[in-house]
Each structure stands twice: as C-alpha cells, then as structure tokens.
C-alpha cells in the first residue's frame, strides 16, 4: 500500500512559480515512478510530467515543457514539481501518482491507466 499526500498549492499572479511536493508512505518508493496530473474544472485529468524511480529521465507535456521540472528525493520519499511561469491555463488541481516496481531505470509512465496510486490533490490557481 502507498500513501500520497500533495503539498505546496495556492494562489499565485501569472509569471509566478510554486513548489508542489508530494510525499509518499510505504518502503517501495525508491522504486516507484512517479508523475504529476491535473485536472481543471470540467475537463479531463491530464498528463504533466512524470520521472522513473532512478531520477535518471523525465517526461513532460508539451504545455509544461521548460516551465515545469519533476525531481525526487528518494531518501525523504518525496517528489517535487518546481513550476515556473505560471500561466492562468495552468489552474486545476494536481495531482501526483505513484506506478510500483516500474522496472526500467529510464520508464516515465505518461497514462492515467499506467499508475498504481493516487494523492488526493493539490490546488493551484493562477491569476491573470
């Protein structure tokens, strides 16, 4: 069993940065990818970004690519995503997931249907 707790949301002026944090329970984090979702107000969950249980790759989406960047700390089960130049279309809760002894050192799971366990989300509201 894996816990997620997300952290770090709020309310920032567009052009702002924040910190999201997601910390996770269970011994099987080291070997966990891990990614970040969001979802804004009657759309879809979407694809953020994810990073492979090593820390060695990341994957983003295009709409977040250069702005967002995921790391991890794996000695405090805990994985970041370092948002920058907000925009007003980036507002939506966030989320972070956890896919279990994901294998590959470079597998950076994109697909809702990939991850194993889900936080209960953070809000980020950015205003223009």
């Known amino acids: 069993q894996v816990q997620l707790v997300e952290s770090g949301g709020g309310l920032v002026q567009a052009g702002g940065s924040l910190t999201l944090s997601c910390a996770a329970s269970g011994r099987t984090f080291s070997r966990n990818a891990m990614g970040w979702f969001r979802q804004a107000p009657g759309k879809e969950r979407d694809f953020v970004g994810s990073?492979?249980?090593?820390?060695?790759?990341?994957s983003y989406a295009d709409s977040v690519k250069g702005r967002f960047t995921i790391s991890r700390d794996n000695d405090k089960n805990t994985v970041y995503l370092q948002m920058n130049s907000l925009k007003p279309e980036d507002t939506a809760i966030y989320y972070c997931?956890?896919?279990?002894?994901?294998?590959?050192?470079?597998?950076?799971?994109?697909?809702?249907?990939?991850?194993?366990?889900w936080g209960q989300g953070t809000q980020v509201t950015v205003s223009s």
């Open positions: 990073i492979s249980w090593s820390g060695s790759s990341t």
């Open positions: 997931a956890a896919k279990i002894y994901s294998g590959s050192v470079a597998y950076t799971p994109r697909s809702i249907v990939e991850y194993d366990y």
